[in-house]
């Protein structure tokens, strides 16, 4: 079973931050790092996930996360095309891939994906996107074509849009800076977690 909320963050000491909040899910997106510091990072964020009993999910680097046995990896476009995702299958590790636009999502849907996440919903200061916001029609669009896989929405979602987000089709829905950038991001992740928890669990296969 999934919650239907997951932050996103880029270190394991924000994860050490937010686990106390009751998290059950959260992403772990790291940029721009040495690749010792980089296992480090992961493997920290392993231990603590393992302890409080939450799933963790590597962003982009697949082969540490196979190494070091976590649950799920996430790929954005350029690493699934690089990725062997036979191995990771039979690592027995969860697959979630981003999508933009409909061929990205074929080329998703190939590989089977465990959820195929859909963004930027709205504008969003996190990065610069190369594609524009993609609206709350897009994700009843995708959730149709995708049916029962898990539609991950992602992008410039804010607490108090999460209710239209879920409302358009999302079955989980990711933050980033309304959680890392608030004044309390303690405080906001325990919000999240509370009305994220007013939906049923997600089962996967």
Not at 59 to 77: K, S, T
């Given at each position: 079973?999934?919650?239907?909320?997951?932050?996103?963050?880029?270190?394991?000491?924000?994860?050490?931050?937010?686990?106390?909040?009751?998290?059950?899910?959260?992403?772990?997106?790291i940029k721009d790092r040495p690749?010792?510091?980089?296992?480090?990072?992961?493997?920290?964020?392993?231990?603590?996930?393992?302890?409080?009993?939450?799933?963790?999910?590597?962003?982009?680097?697949?082969?540490?996360?196979?190494?070091?046995?976590?649950?799920?990896?996430?790929?954005?476009?350029?690493?699934?095309?690089?990725?062997?995702?036979?191995?990771?299958?039979?690592?027995?590790?969860?697959?979630?891939?981003?999508?933009?636009?409909?061929?990205?999502?074929?080329?998703?849907?190939?590989?089977?994906?465990?959820?195929?996440?859909?963004?930027?919903?709205?504008?969003?200061?996190?990065?610069?996107?190369?594609?524009?916001?993609?609206?709350?029609?897009?994700?009843?669009?995708?959730?149709?074509?995708?049916?029962?896989?898990?539609?991950?929405?992602?992008?410039?979602?804010?607490?108090?849009?999460?209710?239209?987000?879920?409302?358009?089709?999302?079955?989980?829905?990711?933050?980033?800076?309304?959680i890392t950038l608030a004044a309390?991001?303690?405080?906001?992740?325990?919000?999240?977690?509370?009305?994220?928890?007013?939906?049923?669990?997600?089962?996967?296969?």
């Amino acid at each position: 079973m999934l919650d239907r909320f997951y932050p996103i963050v880029d270190s394991a000491d924000w994860i050490a931050r937010l686990l106390p909040c009751g998290l059950r899910f959260v992403q772990l997106r790291i940029k721009d790092r040495p690749a010792h510091a980089v296992r480090v990072e992961i493997a920290t964020a392993k231990a603590l996930c393992e302890k409080a009993a939450v799933r963790l999910v590597v962003n982009d680097y697949w082969q540490e996360a196979m190494d070091l046995a976590c649950d799920f990896v996430h790929l954005g476009q350029a690493d699934l095309a690089a990725a062997d995702v036979a191995a990771i299958r039979r690592a027995g590790i969860r697959l979630g891939v981003s999508t933009h636009d409909e061929a990205e999502l074929a080329r998703a849907l190939e590989v089977s994906p465990d959820y195929v996440a859909l963004g930027p919903i709205y504008p969003t200061i996190l990065k610069k996107m190369a594609f524009a916001p993609q609206g709350l029609a897009r994700i009843g669009e995708w959730k149709r074509k995708i049916g029962r896989i898990p539609l991950v929405a992602i992008g410039g979602i804010t607490l108090e849009r999460a209710q239209d987000v879920f409302g358009a089709g999302a079955d989980i829905v990711s933050a980033v800076t309304d959680i890392t950038l608030a004044a309390d991001p303690q405080a906001r992740a325990r919000a999240w977690v509370e009305a994220s928890r007013r939906l049923p669990a997600l089962a996967m296969a």
